[in-house]
């Protein structure tokens, strides 16, 4: 099995494909197999990567709760790609992912070249922080007292899965089945280490106004607890831009693959050509009056 070093834990990968690098950072209730139809998509024109991040077997799962953080998150990816030798990669992240891909970028933004930042946001609204954080912890007592298999029994039909469950019973019934395969161990170390301490968002206003790597934020539109966080990438990344998909909840890849795929595609198409610009600064002036008129 092929597997990947970074802080001297191994992770597990898998890629398909040849050309320009795409990397995928996968969320809390998935894996590397939650990527399977988008390596599928891209691989006909790009190299695929997807691995499982610490605490996700056949990846190893540290004992030490402390070895799970937001820093790992963006630097493992940095690990796979540097075992790989891949200089600068598209990185694609959902949800726990997202923030990882969104980390990376401003940690180094020299290793992306671009970032879609997606079904990010849960945790990081300052008036919520308290209930996700006790939230987060009851999550992994459950993992702690019941296993993988009783978490995925209630944790796949929360508010933001039962979309993906009416769209799309199949894929969710495998999703829900992945889900249960997890381990216990790592799952509430994630939890608890990973989930529960990284930071909010809004406390890294000054650092995200100064990315500059092109940036696709995408969330779904009854993903309730990422639509705010969404906006306000939007308006604080100025190399940023918003897809909001319609009548989706927080697994957008898996409930609506071929809709995913496209806006992604669509991105990196951009991106690759040079188009994908800073934004004009004129767009946040007045919506009736120019610059010039503006100051008479």
């Given amino acids: 099995m092929p597997y990947a070093k970074s802080d001297g834990v191994k992770l597990y990968y898998e890629e398909v494909g040849t050309g320009t690098a795409i990397i995928f950072l996968h969320e809390f209730a998935g894996d590397y197999r939650s990527w399977e139809p988008q390596m599928r998509f891209f691989s006909n024109r790009f190299r695929c990567i ?3 991040a610490r605490g996700y077997p056949p990846s190893e799962i540290p004992d ?21 030798g891949i ?11 997202g923030f990882a ?20 946001g849960y945790g990081a609204v300052k008036g919520n922080r308290d209930q996700f954080i006790t939230e987060a912890e009851k999550i992994a007592q459950e993992y702690d007292q019941h296993g993988s298999e009783a978490v995925a029994e209630f944790y796949s039909i929360a508010s933001t899965r039962v979309q993906f469950q009416n769209r799309n019973p199949r894929g969710w019934a495998e999703f829900k089945l992945q889900l249960g395969e997890h381990s216990a161990v790592g799952a509430a170390n994630t939890m608890r280490g990973y989930q529960k301490t990284r930071p909010s968002l809004y406390d890294l206003e000054d650092q995200l106004k100064t990315l500059k790597v092109p940036t696709l934020i995408v969330t779904g539109d009854e993903d309730e607890p990422c639509l705010e966080p969404a906006l306000y990438l939007k308006r604080t ?11 989706s909840g927080h697994t957008i890849n898996l409930e609506d693959p071929d809709l995913f795929n496209s806006v992604i595609n669509s991105f990196i198409s951009t991106v690759e050509s040079g188009r994908w610009e800073l934004r004009d600064e004129r767009s946040m002036g007045s919506p009736m009056l120019s610059p010039e008129k503006t100051t008479d």
């Fill in 87 to 97: 200089d600068k990669a598209h990185v694609v992240g959902l949800s726990m992912g």
């Fill in 237 to 247: 990344i100025a190399s940023s831009g918003l897809s909001v998909l319609p009548r």
């Fill in 50 to 52: 997807s691995y499982n």
């Fill in 101 to 120: 891909t969104l980390h990376l970028g401003l940690r180094n933004p020299d290793r992306a070249l671009s970032l879609a930042v997606t079904g990010c």
């Fill in 64 to 84: 030490n709760v402390a070895d799970y953080k937001q820093e790992n998150q963006a630097d493992d990816a940095i690990g796979v790609m540097d075992h790989l």
